[in-house]
């Protein structure tokens, strides 16, 4: 596991701490539901669509995994209901069932999936998630998509590795010095792309249980994402690395991120191919569309990101 400098080792009281200094509640009003994704404002939802010059449009999603593996212990169940080999059909259907939470199906988590004590994002109580879905912080509340400029820190090439190993976290320095080596600067509205070179790895070592490791960034990296004020946050994981190394906080990314920010998350993304396009246009910013499947009281949706370069 890489050591954590000194000056950014983090303690659970400074993690506990960044719930009040870091909080977005009450920023845009007491019944905001969007959180950060307020900070796509016209204008930037208008510079991010001039980033589109070659037209060319890159998914970064996985397929949905209907494979059982150490990272899936919970495939994606898929059935046919109608096929070809029936004579008597006219047509073809299907059925998926799935949960999208986890570390295998990308997914963006809604801004009710985590608590802290006794509330979600914005104050709002935690017993406003019934067993009838969440009243408020549902990913029904982005129906109308994401549409921003998207920025990718490929910190691997940064490192010139192929990928970050199982565990290890990345630090502000490396945000910064991969913002350094893309000549690019991640700013207020974008949506923000960390690749830890999760899928490359596996694709050569297999797969392996991601609740016990996984690259990911750093519960350091919380204030420089607050200052940068990103719309959302995503990554080839699940944004935090496990373990933390932030002692009784298994996840403090998404502790802090959703709830005192209002941040949301897209993670098990694919960005192998979004880093191979990045590298080939030699840019690391293109207009990234985002649409959640409007789930009514939802805590998350499957979705695919689509970079257009």
């Not at 150490?70 to 209901?81: A, E």
């Not at 249980?209 to 607050?226: D, T, V």
């Not at 990314?253 to 080939?280: F, S, W």
């Amino acid at each position: 596991m890489k050591q954590i400098p000194e000056h950014h080792q983090i303690a659970r009281e400074q993690v506990i701490e960044f719930m009040r200094t870091l909080s977005n509640w009450g920023r845009w009003g007491a019944e905001d539901q969007l959180g950060c994704l307020n900070y796509i404002t016209a204008e930037r939802r208008r510079a991010a669509a001039a980033l589109v010059r070659e037209g060319v449009t890159v998914s970064a999603s996985r397929a949905l995994p209907t494979e059982a593996a150490p990272d899936n212990p919970h495939p994606v169940k898929h059935l046919m209901t109608s096929t070809g080999l029936d004579k008597q059909s006219v047509a073809s259907g299907d059925y998926f069932g799935l949960s999208p939470h986890g570390y295998a199906t990308t997914h963006l988590d809604a801004l009710c999936h985590v608590f802290y004590k006794d509330v979600m994002y914005n104050g709002h109580a935690r017993e406003r998630v019934t067993p009838a879905g969440a009243e408020l912080n549902s990913i029904d509340a982005l129906r109308c998509g994401i549409f921003a400029r998207g920025v990718l820190l490929d910190i691997p090439r940064t490192k010139q590795r192929a990928w970050l190993e199982p565990g290890e976290a990345v630090i502000p320095d490396d945000l910064e010095q991969s913002e350094n080596f893309e000549a690019v600067r991640v700013q207020s509205g974008d949506f923000l792309l960390i690749r830890t070179g999760r899928f490359a790895y596996r694709e050569k070592h297999g797969p392996w249980n991601a609740e016990e490791r996984l690259a990911g960034l750093h519960a350091s990296c919380l204030p420089w994402i607050h200052q940068r004020q990103i719309a959302g946050l995503g990554c080839d994981g699940v944004s935090d690395v496990i373990p933390s190394q932030v002692q009784k906080i298994r996840l403090p990314i998404h502790l802090v991120g959703i709830v005192a920010m209002g941040l949301h998350l897209l993670d098990n993304a694919d960005l192998e191919a979004l880093a191979e396009a990045c590298g080939r246009y030699r840019r690391w910013e293109f207009l990234l569309v985002v649409a959640p499947l409007v789930l009514l009281k939802g805590t998350a949706s499957p979705v695919n990101p689509v970079a257009i370069f």
